[in-house]
């Protein structure tokens, strides 16, 4: 194994986390934004604001990771279908997690702006977990390399 090969794995994920970082703060900024706009308890539509904001950084990402962290080259219908797949089963598991980090928080004495916040930060922190070896395996994988 090449000495450049044996580094790209944490440095692609040094730049997938900084990349990761700016669709956090877009992430967290929207939602709070339509929580602020639509105060609501309601499961239903935190998922919808959830959805929303995921999605708005979903596209971010695609955008910033296939230029700078997986430096793929033309965008393929392969690619773009995988991507989408990725991002859906992604956007399952970070609903899922909001969910049940909601009904397990609100156990506490935390302010319900809280409670979404830290439901949200766990929420991006596995789904962005997911998203990083999803996309470096299945999506920007070419040719043995990712």
Known sequence: MSNKNMHKGPWQFLQFSSIGMMNAIVDIVFLNALLWLFPTEEKTLLVFFNTLSYTLTVINSYYWN?????????????????????????????????L????????????????NNIAKGLAMALSSTSSFFFLKHLVFYQNGKS
């Open 100 to 115: 049940v980090s909601i009904d397990l928080l609100t156990h506490f004495s935390l302010p319900i702006l809280a409670v």
């Open 66 to 98: 296939s230029r700078i962290t997986f430096k793929y080259g033309p965008r393929s219908l392969r690619v773009k279908v995988h991507f989408a797949i990725q991002a859906l089963i992604s956007l399952m598991i970070s609903n899922l997690v909001f």
